[in-house]
Nanobody, 126 residues
Framework: QSHLVESGGGLVQPGGSLRLSCATS????????IGWFRQAPGKEREGVSS????????NYADSVKGRFTISRDSAKNTVSLQMNSLKPEDTAVYYC???????????????????WGQGTQVTVSS
């Protein structure tokens, strides 16, 4: 059972932008650190970004640093991943996940994350 729901994926041209959102009606995301992961065809799932419970500490994979921004909206009970300057190598299924830890490990450790979404497809292609 997926407690989290991702949205905002789609097809975009190289250089374009997308904003992914992670939401749930099951619990308050403020009590969880959140991680974004992605899995490209034929590759293992990798950590992309994370944010701690307070929202004042974030981490990014080197491959997305400077292009992606993770943020919280407590009023909407969502965590977003703003993705700019997208590249074909960003093509993957993107997953959000929640851990009750104040701040997850970096690099992201999938084993720390209790709740997962079903993923949203991001395709970057001309």
């Amino acid at each position: 059972q997926s407690h989290l729901v991702e949205s905002g994926g789609g097809l975009v041209q190289p250089g374009g932008s997308l904003r992914l959102s992670c939401a749930t009606s099951a619990f308050a995301l403020n009590y969880y650190a959140i991680g974004w992961f992605r899995q490209a065809p034929g590759k293992e799932r990798e950590g992309v970004s994370s944010i701690n419970r307070d929202g004042d500490s974030t981490n990014y994979a080197d491959s997305v640093k400077g292009r992606f921004t993770i943020s919280r909206d407590s009023a909407k009970n969502t965590v977003s991943l703003q993705m700019n300057s997208l590249k074909p190598e960003d093509t993957a299924v993107y997953y959000c996940a929640a851990t009750p830890l104040f701040e997850g490990s970096w690099p992201l450790a999938q084993s720390e994350y209790t709740y997962w979404g079903q993923g949203t497809q991001v395709t970057v292609s001309s």
